[in-house]
């Protein structure tokens, strides 16, 4: 059993930063891929991004390549995502997401835990 609790969303105007945590707890979060995810009101859960259990692999959504990137500490049992340059479009609930088998880390159904999510809301 794995919790994850995200946080550091908030208000932030075009083209400034924001940088999400999400903090494992109960099992040691160097045993999962870790993945991040967004929904806007009305639509689909997407994936934003995705990283390995040793932190060397990382997979982006087209549309936050370049912006955002994904992090983390085991030792801290830690992931973070740094969005930069940020879009009234990425406004929504961000979650995180641990995997433990090694399936498409971009699918919703991939993933075995997820946190509560974190609202983003980037003004223009």
């Known amino acids: 059993q794995v919790q994850l609790v995200e946080s550091g969303g908030g208000l932030v105007q075009a083209g400034g930063s924001l940088r999400l945590s999400c903090a494992a707890s109960?099992?040691?979060?160097?045993?999962?891929?870790m993945g991040w995810f967004r929904q806007a009101p009305g639509k689909e859960r997407e994936f934003v991004a995705a990283?390995?259990?040793?932190?060397?692999?990382?997979n982006y959504a087209d549309s936050v390549k370049g912006r955002f990137t994904i992090s983390r500490d085991n030792a801290k049992n830690t992931v973070y995502l740094q969005m930069n340059s940020l879009k009234p479009e990425d406004t929504a609930v961000y979650y995180c997401?641990?995997?433990?088998?090694?399936?498409?880390?971009?699918?919703?159904?991939?993933?075995?835990?997820w946190g509560q999510g974190t609202q983003v809301t980037v003004s223009s």
């Open positions: 997401a641990a995997a433990q088998t090694r399936l498409d880390s971009s699918l919703v159904i991939s993933y075995d835990y």
């Open positions: 990283i390995s259990r040793s932190g060397g692999i990382t």
């Open positions: 109960g099992r040691t979060s160097s045993s999962y891929a």
